[in-house]
Nanobody, 119 residues
Framework: QVQLVESGGGLVQPGGSLRLSCAASGSIFSINDMGWYRQAPGKERDLVAQ???????VYADSVKGRFTISRDNAKNTVYLQMNSLNPEDTTVYYC?????????????WGQGTQVTVSS
């Protein structure tokens, strides 16, 4: 079994910064990609940023230039540096990973971490 444990959410003022972390643990052969999604109440879960094993990244248009995704392969950890936060970024953020186990790829989700941007 694999667990994704997120940390780093909280309350920040508009224009401020937060750094989210997500560490994968358990029976892991390799990690293909890791990413962050966010989901507002009553809405679909949308991609925020994703990073692949070769370092390629994908960002939602709404966060380009403000958020940066990175990963530490040795620690099986992905980070999301969020700068210039605004109230529209307020929601729950979820970590996602596609992990190879026993020759097959499986998708996993973290439990979610709340980010609130408010003065």
């Amino acid at each position: 079994q694999v667990q994704l444990v997120e940390s780093g959410g909280g309350l920040v003022q508009p224009g401020g910064s937060l750094r989210l972390s997500c560490a994968a643990s358990g029976s892991i052969f390799s990690i293909n990609d890791m990413g962050w999604y966010r989901q507002a109440p009553g809405k679909e879960r949308d991609l925020v940023a994703q990073i692949y094993s070769d370092g390629d990244t994908v960002y939602a248009d709404s966060v380009k230039g403000r958020f940066t995704i990175s990963r530490d392969n040795a620690k099986n950890t992905v980070y999301l540096q969020m700068n210039s936060l605004n109230p529209e970024d307020t929601t729950v953020y979820y970590c996602n990973a596609h992990i190879k186990q026993r020759g097959r790829m499986y998708g996993y989700w973290g439990q979610g971490t709340q980010v609130t941007v408010s003065s």
